[in-house]
């Protein structure tokens, strides 16, 4: 199977700030990520597709970069909204894994 | 907008056969991947399997053995049979949607909670 591990696993930062969270692959996925972002008690929302594709509807301060094993989710400018869990899937193959996931706390 | 909506009882005994219900309204059934995906009580998320067809459905190896999963498209309905469950089958079951250009979770249910116990 391939095994994603998310860094870092928790994560404080203020509004404003410039924050990445990374995911890598235990091997090559291509560009076969997706991320995501959970609040308590809610559903998952898709982020980014295919790596580096913004879902239609998310602002444009999120972004993914990364190819192959290692990916990076950045927000350019953290806003209060976007406290939550963050997720990493990848769908390379016929058994799709989820990273463990990075809890964003705002200051 | 699409919506789903999955339905199903929320105790199940041990060795019992869980059995879900995730209902699509506002668009159709057909030419998607659909998912299973759940999450036990303050942990991560777990990918149970996909079906696309009869002939295309791909399931958590760790899980193959006990999962169905099957379509109704004149109930617009996705389904989901997890067989002999136990305590460690206890947690929110999500049904997504995901187009096949891209694969990706796109439309999620809220989620249904299932507790296993006698």
């Known amino acids: 199977d391939i095994q994603m591990t998310q860094s870092p696993s928790t994560l404080s930062a203020s509004v404003g700030d410039r924050v990445t969270i990374t995911c890598r692959a235990s091997?090559?996925?291509?560009?076969?990520l997706a991320w995501y972002q959970q609040k308590p008690g809610k559903a998952p929302k898709l982020l980014i597709y295919?790596?580096?594709n913004l879902e239609s509807g998310v602002p444009s301060r999120f972004s993914g970069s990364g190819s192959g094993t290692e990916f990076t989710l950045t927000i350019s400018s953290l806003q209060p909204d976007d406290f939550g869990t963050y997720y990493c899937q990848q769908y390379n193959n016929d058994w799709d894994t989820f990273g463990q996931g990075t809890k964003l706390e705002i200051k | 907008q699409v919506q789903l909506q999955e339905s199903g009882p929320g105790l199940v005994k041990p060795s019992e056969t869980l059995s879900l219900t995730c209902t699509v309204s506002?668009?159709?059934?057909?030419?998607?991947?659909w998912n299973w995906i759940r999450q036990p009580a303050g942990k991560g998320l777990e990918w149970i399997g996909r079906?696309?067809?009869?002939?295309?459905?791909n399931y958590n190896p760790s899980l193959k053995s006990r999962v169905t999963m099957s379509v109704d498209t004149s109930k617009n309905q996705f389904s989901l049979k997890l067989s002999s469950v136990t305590a460690a089958d206890t947690a929110v079951y999500y049904c997504?949607?995901?187009?096949?250009?891209?694969?990706?979770?796109?439309?999620w249910g809220r989620g249904t909670p299932v507790t296993v116990s006698s």
């Open positions: 079906f696309y067809s009869t002939y295309s459905t």
């Open positions: 506002g668009g159709s059934i057909s030419s998607y991947y």
């Open positions: 295919k790596a580096s």
């Open positions: 997504a949607r995901a187009p096949r250009s891209t694969a990706a979770l796109a439309v």
């Open positions: 091997q090559s996925i291509s560009s076969w």
